[in-house]
């Protein structure tokens, strides 16, 4: 039972527009969300992060906002970059579990043309 | 900044062999981590450690073993290769500070067995 669920494959955006990336969760002891962009052939690396005690967290060009009650976040890219294309993946975390480990979603492949 | 290198970026092995990966990270974290990836299932998180000789099982750990000597270092073991453990494996370390979990990437291992 997938607790998080990046439900778009893939989303194309051209150069200048915003990019919405979205990611859905079941699990309510979720408490801290992440989201990661990955290049081909690379590691992941973490781009932004939100705890639940807020609903939005805002770094450069990215924001990700988070509605507790839906179970529901989305990252916001604007304007969007060629650079930008990747695979970005939704993660998240309960706290209080004791174990910090991270649930992923399946990733979303962003292609953004100039 | 967080350095989580892994010993080989691409690896061929033979069905049947023993399969040592290794990973070093240089900040001290607690915790580290040993991922799968494969196209469209994301991560899978197959063992992790929150301690030197401390390891818990992740979602998929059948046919991996682990160790952890020293806290900088922790290695999945694949003590015999099968052709379904092709994939991208990926090493990860965090500090739980009990408020976030962000967990660091090491580049990958590209892993094919034949």
């Known amino acids: 039972d997938q607790q998080v669920k990046q439900n778009s494959p893939s989303l194309s955006v051209q150069e200048g527009r915003i990019s919405i990336l979205n990611c859905d969760y079941t699990n309510s002891m979720f408490d801290y969300f992440l989201w990661y962009k990955k290049y081909p052939a690379e590691g992941p690396t973490f781009l932004i992060s939100i705890s639940s005690i807020k609903d939005k967290n805002e770094d450069g060009r990215f924001t990700v906002f988070l509605n507790k009650s839906a179970k529901h976040l989305s990252l916001h890219i604007v304007p969007s970059q060629p650079g930008d294309s990747a695979v970005y993946f939704c993660a998240a975390s309960a706290t209080s579990s004791g174990y910090s480990t991270l649930t992923f979603g399946k990733g979303t492949m962003l292609l953004v043309s100039p | 900044d967080v350095k989580v290198t892994q010993s080989s970026r691409y690896l061929v092995k033979r069905t049947g062999e023993k399969v040592f990966l290794e990973c070093v990270q240089d900040m001290d974290h607690e915790n580290m981590f040993w991922y799968r990836q494969d196209p469209g299932l994301g991560l899978r998180l197959i063992y992790f450690?929150?301690?030197?000789?401390?390891?818990e099982k992740g979602d998929i750990p059948e046919g991996y073993s682990v160790s952890r000597e020293k806290k900088e270092r922790f290695s999945l073991i694949l003590e015999s290769a099968s052709t379904n453990q092709t994939s991208m494996y990926l090493c990860?370390?965090?500090?739980?500070?009990?408020?976030?979990?962000?967990?660091?990437f090491g580049p990958g291992t590209r892993l094919t067995v034949l």
């Open positions: 990860a370390s965090s500090e739980f500070s009990g408020q976030t979990d962000t967990q660091y």
């Open positions: 450690s929150y301690d030197v000789k401390m390891k």
